[in-house]
């Protein structure tokens, strides 16, 4: 069973930056570039949100709301995928899952927090 380790959330002021990573350790390097990998986030009272994906083939998609804000990416030789976040905004407070899915199997990491203050 493949597992998620997710790093990287903290608190920030509003036009900050972080980095979140998620880790797949033991996941041998030709599945990982299989993997289809996404960062979700789930804001108190709401519903989780899909933020980023990346796919197989690196192509990339973003919620409307981090366009231009964060950009996603996979590091083969870490096993990771990386959100850099920029120019945070105290509505992109959540908590953040990392998910993977390969061959019908899908993933979730234990969640990270991140807290933008105005």
């Known amino acids: 069973q493949r597992r998620l380790v997710e790093s990287g959330g903290g608190m920030v002021q509003a036009g900050g930056s972080l980095r979140l990573s998620c880790a797949a350790p033991?996941?041998?390097?030709?599945?990982?570039?299989?993997?289809?990998m996404a960062w979700y986030r789930q804001a108190p009272g709401k519903d989780r949100e899909l933020v980023a994906r990346i796919d197989s083939d690196r192509n990339t998609n973003y919620v409307d709301s981090v366009k231009g804000r964060f950009t996603i990416s996979k590091d083969n030789n870490k096993r990771a995928v990386n959100l850099q976040m920029n120019s945070l905004k105290p509505e992109d407070t959540a908590v953040y899952y990392c998910?993977?899915?390969?061959?019908?199997?899908?993933?979730w990491g234990q969640g990270t927090q991140v807290t933008v203050q105005s």
């Open positions: 998910r993977s899915d390969y061959r019908g199997q899908t993933v």
């Open positions: 033991g996941t041998i390097l030709s599945t990982f570039w299989g993997l289809d």
